[in-house]
């Protein structure tokens, strides 16, 4: 199947910017996402970007996306303990049953 | 998202019991997903539906089987539980619209003793 890969941990301080990193393989991907869990909790919906656009901004977010190196970043600023989680980023792939492929997930960690 | 419910939320079963997961949705949805998720390899795919008669296999289906019982409702069952079973399970719905951002339940923590 496709491949998507993200670091495993990330660690910034209160304040500070957090980058998110993610690649994939698969070139057909139609649309990008970010889901956010929390300890204990299922995975949340935080933004996606369709795969004909460079950026996408709402509010603390940033999604950025590099289609030729089949790169995603999610960009969060300001950061607050209340986000830390693990974040993973998932492709959906223009064949096949809207099925998504996920990442390992980033645990990011801030630091107060 | 309380509009997608999973039950039990925790489960803690033996080795060759047969334990049945089950997953609502409020949505609407006629899409529905089985996804596990295991420390450090993300979440994969067991069996997803489109609807009600078309149940496709996911990823990693062996050892698995899935009963969609109406569009609102699509179950999971491990016939023999083993202990490499233990894991996160995730039910998620989607529409049948482009891209499908898929909407998920809270999860049920499996262990297989």
């Known amino acids: 199947g496709e491949d998507v890969e993200q670091s495993l941990f990330l660690s910034v301080r209160e304040g500070d910017s957090s980058v998110i990193n993610c690649t994939y393989t698969d070139s057909s991907s139609t649309y990008l996402y970010w889901y956010k869990q929390e300890p204990g909790a299922g995975l949340q919906l935080l933004t996606y970007i369709f795969s004909n656009m460079d950026m996408k901004q709402d509010q603390r977010l940033t999604v950025l996306l590099n289609k030729k190196d089949k790169h995603l970043s999610l960009r969060i600023a300001d950061t607050q303990t209340g986000d830390s989680a693990i974040y993973f980023c998932a492709e959906a792939p223009l064949t096949g049953a809207n099925n998504l492929f996920f990442g390992t997930g980033t645990r990011l960690t801030v630091i107060p | ?113």
């Open chain 2, 1 to 113: 998202d309380a509009d997608v419910t999973q039950t039990p939320r925790n489960r803690i079963t033996k080795t060759g019991k047969r334990i049945m997961l089950e997953c609502s949705q409020t949505k609407g949805h006629d899409r529905m997903y089985w996804y596990r998720q295991d420390p450090g390899l993300g979440l994969r795919l067991i069996y997803y539906s489109f609807d009600v008669k078309d149940i496709n296999k996911g990823e990693i289906s062996d050892g698995y089987s899935v009963s969609r019982q109406a569009q609102a409702k699509f179950s999971l069952s491990l016939e023999s539980a083993i202990p490499n079973q233990t894991a996160l399970y995730f039910c998620a719905t989607s529409d049948s619209t482009g891209g499908g951002t898929q909407y998920f339940g809270p999860g049920t923590r499996l262990t297989v003793l």
